[in-house]
Each structure stands twice: as structure tokens, then as C-alpha cells.
């Protein structure tokens, strides 16, 4: 459609239907859609000779770097540790994991396998990770997120027993459909309801819910069509299957068993979800390939001052204990706020207190390598997620190398709060036998067939101290806007500077949004 | 709100974290015995995480503070502030422990790892202190 076709169409659509229609209008043509990206910043013209120091080599840092360098500046990066990527990581055989007080943890999985101790999946709606692997040439492929054949587990439903989740989830509608169908007939919607809603309603109750005719949700070859078979359906005279038993009603309704259903409602956690081939750290590798040459590993940053004329950082070098000082235009800090809280900042007070005032959380998760892929060969389980109410929180399958004879690895926790803090105090051999105890509830074939593992517990993370920027409604109304705004020739980055926090999503946009504002203002000084 | 669901959300630690709307998130399950009682058990389970099983912390690009012979610790009201409301990395742990828990695992940072203080801090103390519990959000 040529644009002014367009443009008048979509006036007219404005004129007629109001902004609700035009909106609906331009989503369907591809413009307003959800995702804030609408493609990489037009950054140009930067002034020459015009210096920036980002801190940091996460994914934020990276894309600052990246971005500000082809607008003409020139850029440097000082990562405090010996890899560039941050929380973009990942774990194969020979990796070590050194926490602050655990003893050095040494992965010994086999060639292969690997974990991803932080972010692991991608949301088909984060455009801005999805525009960049695609630019930066990073493999992608489908992570199973929704796994009907997965379990779901409670201490409080259903004796302990893991139930499937595809039989929670089916069993969940046809009940909540036949009670709603029963409350129609019982009159106790006719305020709510017209006649011909309440009708409708029914009909779709019945369908929706698979009930009989008498509106009741019972096992049947119907309701088996949808839930699995006692027998399945085979060939030849006795191929005729034998429907299943339904679940007992009263413990559907115990909170693990409907969060877990809620979880895949979640906006964030909707399928299709992606995953980088090979590990999650070929985004960061491949962010890194764009911008090595302007990065400086093992630089702790000790104080980062200003003034009318440009920033001064000073760093120190991890290994050699050599203290240097870096100075250039502009400044945009990617180090987590649990980290730069305690770093000596020369900002307003108002920002100062801004980055004090965000916690971090104490995410765990567990790797854990079998000799077998058990889940595959004994429970028809390929990718996706198991939910238990035990400490660990959940097992997660590999979306990678199915149908492999060899060893497997799987995540055998993914944990954080109150569970997360319990694990974190644990020795590594303590942590790794409380994620064999509560998986093998699960899996009963977790003992014969565990080969190693490795627990990484994110509070004691030496450059993070923790996952992710907690954010209560309290602390976003007090300082989310001042932690965003430039504080004189410095700007923060990262998924604590996001409404999408927790994600690489976040931690892009922000950096965009910040190296866009502070070309700007570079611009107008 | 009934004790049978109280009781679920305490233990699945929802009261101060609920399950993240936004954030990459585990999901509900993860739970946590929610029976501790002495100072010692609320240590090991929540605080060794962070301040090590020797109440020594931690060193790296920043610091965990060392609680084992900290002068600040005094005042019986700074740790049981600290505890309740977080401070830089440190989450908040009013709502998430009770006012017994938290008195009881001040009073026991402040008699042990070298700390000798005789004073002991009530639940009622730590009652008076308490603001409103935050409301974590995406």
C-alpha cells in the first residue's frame, strides 16, 4: 500500500472508529505494536573526538558500545570480569563457578551439554533481542516452554503424587466448566446475564469443558479425546482404547495446581519462545564480536566522578592491583545497582539514593547431568517444564539434542526468594543432594541415573550479588524516574533501568533509551 | 482470608514476594518450611546465604558485610532496621519473617561471631519498628 493511501485510510479509520480503531488498524499493519522497539536508533553526527566510557560488558553495555561507536563516537568498555557477556552465561564441561565463600565448583558435563545459570529463553515478542541475534548472526531455536506431558506437583494435592500437567489442566476447565453451566441452571447468573448470553454461555461451557448432555464433566471417550486414554488407541481387533479416570476435584483447586496453569498465561511466558543454539552465551559472544576491541577485562571500578567538563573513572586492575583513571565526555554505567550502591559516585543526592534503594534477588539453578535422557525414553517428556512445590520450584528439560543415547542435563532447580536463600547457604554437595531429593519425587529414576552437577547461587555471585533489581510500587514511584534521568554527563543501563526487568529485553531497551537520550544531550551541549 | 490460604502464600513466601507478573520467574512452586524458630535455624536458612556460615560476608566487586565482630551491630535497633527494610543489595524482610523471627535471629548475630551483647530485642520491638510492607511490583 503506497503511505498516502495508507495515511488516508487510517484518518479515515480515526474519523470514524476513533483511536481505538485506528490503533487496532495500524497493530494489524504492523506499526504500533506492543514491543517498544521499532528498530535500532538512528544515532549520527556525534562530535568529533567526543569520548564515552560505558561500565560494564553485559548485554547493555555491549549495545551502548556498539550503537555510540557508529554514531561517531569513541567508546571504550571496562568489565570487572575475564569474559564479556555479565548475567548473559553459560556453563559446559570444564567451567568453573566461583562464588563469594562456596567452595570452587568444576562442571563436569559431557561434551555438549551445558546450563544457563541466568536468562535462557526469549519471548517471541522481544524485538529488540530478536532484531540483534538476528543482526549479530546468532542461531536461534525453539524453546519448549508449554509441556502437557510435563508433571505437576504438590506436598498439598493429590497424596504428593505428580499429576500431568496436560490431565490438571484439562480436568481444571471441565470442572470450572460444569459448575459454571450448573450455576446458569440454577439461576444465580440471570442479574448478570440476558437470556440469550446465559444460552450461549451453557453452549459454550459444554464445548469449551467437554460435558455430557445432563452438563456434567465425567470420563468418557469425549473427555479422552482431550486428556489421554487409560489404553491408548491402537490397530487391529483390540485396538479400541479404554477412556481415562478424571482426577479427584477437590485437590484441582489447590494453589499448585492452578498457578502452574496461570504460569503459561503470563504475557512474558506465552509461546513461542526461542533459545540460542548452543548456550545462551552465543548472544553475549556474539555482542562481544562487535565490540572486543574496546573492552578491558579484570577493571573494578572504584569511583566514577564528574564535572562541567567531562567524567573520571578510576580502576583498578583485579589482578595486578594497578590503579588507573579513564576519563572521557560522557559515562553510561551498566554495573548492577547492587554493586554500584557501594561505589563511591559523584551524583545528586536524589540519584545517589535511587541506586541504594533496589534490591537484588537470590535466584538458584541447578545443572544437573544424567547418564541417560530418562525423561525422554521412560515419560514421553521432550523440552518444557515440570512444577513442584518443593524448594527447587521446577525441572526443566533440554529444548536441544533429543532422542541423544548419551548423557543428558536437565535444570534441576530454578528457585529464588525464601527457597533461593535456603539453597544459596548450602555447600555445593548439599545444594546438588536437596535438588536430587525433591526431583525424585519427580523422577524416581534421578538416583541410578545422576552422573555430576553444578548449583549456582546468585547472591554470592562476586559481580552481582544477586539475579535482579527487586522493584516494589513504592520504590518506582520514589526513584524509578531519577535512577533513568542523566545525572550530568552520566546515564544508567540495564534491567534494573527497564520495566521489563529480569529480562535481556530490559536491559536492551534501557540502553537504547539511555544512549539515545545522551546523544541528545551531547548534541546540545 | 482463610488460614488454609494464609498458610499456602507464607509458605510459598508470597507475602513480600509474590509470584513476579513480569520477571523471568521460577513459577509459584518453591517452598520453604516456614516453622523456623530459633535464631540459629532463621540464620542458616536465610541469613549464611549472603554473610556465610562464619558471619564473615563476602569480597568481590562489592562487599557483603562481615556481621562477625561489626561495631554496628550495638544498637540492637540498626540490624533489626536492616532486616526489616533491606539495604542496597538486601531485600526487605518485614512480611516475609515474623517480628519473632527477626527478633530472634538479631538477638542471635548480636551473642554470636564474636558479638557479646546482653540486650535483647523483643517481637514487640521489632513490631514498633515495622512500616507497611512493600508491594513488590514489575
Known amino acids: 500500500m503506497a503511505s498516502q493511501t495508507r495515511r488516508q485510510l487510517l484518518t479515515a479509520l480515526g474519523l470514524a472508529g476513533g483511536t481505538a480503531a485506528l490503533y487496532q488498524a495500524m497493530t494489524v499493519m504492523g506499526h504500533a505494536a506492543d514491543s517498544r522497539f521499532s528498530g535500532p536508533p538512528v544515532l549520527s553526527g556525534a562530535r568529533k573526538g567526543s569520548k564515552v566510557l560505558v561500565l560494564g560488558a553485559g548485554l547493555a553495555g555491549m549495545l551502548a558500545a556498539y550503537e555510540l561507536r557508529k554514531a561517531g563516537y569513541s567508546v571504550r568498555i571496562l568489565e570487572y570480569q575475564d569474559r564479556p557477556g555479565g548475567r548473559n552465561w553459560t556453563l559446559r564441561g570444564g567451567d568453573r563457578v566461583v562464588e563469594m565463600g562456596t567452595p570452587v565448583q568444576k562442571v563436569g558435563f559431557s561434551p555438549g551439554n551445558y546450563i544457563n545459570p541466568g536468562p535462557w529463553r526469549i519471548p517471541y515478542h522481544h524485538r529488540a533481542l530478536l532484531h540483534y541475534c538476528k543482526q549479530f548472526g546468532v542461531p536461534l531455536e525453539p524453546f519448549i516452554q508449554l509441556n502437557y506431558n510435563a508433571f505437576v506437583h504438590s506436598a498439598e494435592a493429590f497424596g504428593g503424587k505428580p499429576m500431568r500437567y496436560r490431565d490438571v489442566a484439562c480436568d481444571f476447565t471441565g470442572v470450572v466448566a460444569e459448575l459454571l453451566a450448573k450455576s446458569i441452571d440454577g439461576h444465580t447468573l440471570d442479574q448478570e446475564l440476558t437470556q440469550d448470553d446465559r444460552a450461549q454461555l451453557k453452549e459454550a461451557m459444554r464445548g469449551w469443558g467437554l460435558l455430557d448432555e445432563n452438563l456434567r464433566y465425567t470420563s468418557s471417550v469425549h473427555t479422552s479425546t482431550r486428556r489421554g486414554w487409560e489404553r491408548r488407541p491402537g490397530g487391529g481387533p483390540d485396538g479400541a482404547p479404554v477412556p481415562s479416570q478424571l482426577l479427584d476435584r477437590h485437590d484441582l483447586f489447590k494453589p499448585g495446581m492452578w498457578q502452574s496453569l496461570a504460569f503459561f498465561m503470563n504475557y512474558e511466558m506465552q509461546t513461542t519462545m526461542f533459545q540460542p543454539v548452543g548456550g545462551v552465551d552465543m548472544i553475549g559472544k556474539g555482542f562481544a564480536k562487535q565490540v572486543a576491541d574496546l573492552i578491558t577485562m579484570h577493571a573494578r571500578v572504584t569511583r566514577i566522578a564528574q564535572d562541567q567538563q567531562g567524567v573520571r573513572v578510576t580502576w583498578e586492575h583485579t589482578a595486578s592491583g594497578k590503579v588507573s583513571e579513564e576519563t572521557a565526555d560522557w559515562c553510561v554505567c551498566t554495573i548492577p545497582l547492587s554493586v554500584l550502591s557501594q561505589i563511591d559516585v559523584q551524583v545528586a543526592p536524589a540519584m545517589k539514593a535511587a541506586i541504594g534503594a533496589v534490591p537484588y534477588t537470590s535466584h538458584i539453578k541447578m545443572g544437573l547431568e544424567f547418564k541417560r535422557r530418562f525423561w525422554e525414553q521412560d515419560d514421553d517428556i521432550y523440552g518444557g517444564i515440570s512444577f513442584t512445590s518443593g524448594e527447587i520450584s521446577q525441572v526443566s528439560y533440554p529444548s536441544y539434542g533429543y532422542h541423544s543415547s548419551g548423557p543428558g542435563v536437565l535444570l534441576g532447580a530454578y528457585t529464588k526468594n525464601m527457597a533461593g536463600l535456603d539453597i544459596a547457604g548450602m555447600s555445593p554437595a548439599e545444594r546438588i543432594e536437596t535438588g536430587l531429593a525433591q526431583g525424585s519425587v519427580l523422577h524416581p529414576q534421578y538416583r541410578k541415573e545422576f552422573s555430576n552437577g553444578v548449583a549456582v547461587a546468585w547472591s554470592r555471585i562476586p559481580w552481582s550479588l544477586g539475579c535482579c533489581a527487586i522493584w516494589s510500587e513504592e520504590s518506582r514511584k520514589q526513584h524509578y524516574r531519577t535512577l533513568t534521568e542523566m545525572d550530568g554527563r552520566i546515564v544508567l543501563a540495564g534491567e534494573h533501568a527497564s520495566y521489563l526487568g529480569c529480562w535481556q529485553e530490559g536491559a536492551l531497551l534501557s540502553s537504547l533509551d539511555a544512549i539515545t537520550r545522551l546523544h541528545k544531550r551531547a548534541q546540545e551541549a | ?138
Open chain 2, 1 to 138: 482470608m482463610n488460614s488454609f490460604i494464609l498458610r499456602a502464600l507464607l509458605i510459598a513466601g508470597l507475602a513480600a514476594f509474590p509470584v513476579a507478573a513480569h520477571a523471568d520467574s521460577p513459577g509459584a512452586g518453591g517452598e520453604r518450611k516456614s516453622d523456623m524458630q530459633s535464631g540459629a535455624e532463621v540464620y542458616r536458612h536465610v541469613c549464611q546465604a549472603c554473610h556465610m556460615a562464619d558471619g564473615k560476608g563476602g569480597k568481590g566487586a562489592a562487599v557483603i558485610p562481615a556481621l562477625a565482630s561489626n561495631p554496628k551491630l550495638a544498637i540492637s535497633a540498626y540490624p533489626a532496621g536492616v532486616v526489616l527494610n533491606g539495604f542496597g543489595a538486601m531485600p526487605w524482610f518485614n512480611g516475609t519473617l515474623s517480628p519473632e523471627q527477626i527478633a530472634h535471629v538479631v538477638n542471635y548475630v548480636r551473642t554470636h561471631f564474636g558479638n557479646s551483647y546482653t540486650d535483647m530485642l523483643s517481637a514487640d520491638d521489632v513490631k514498633a519498628m515495622a512500616g507497611p510492607v512493600p508491594h513488590v511490583t514489575h
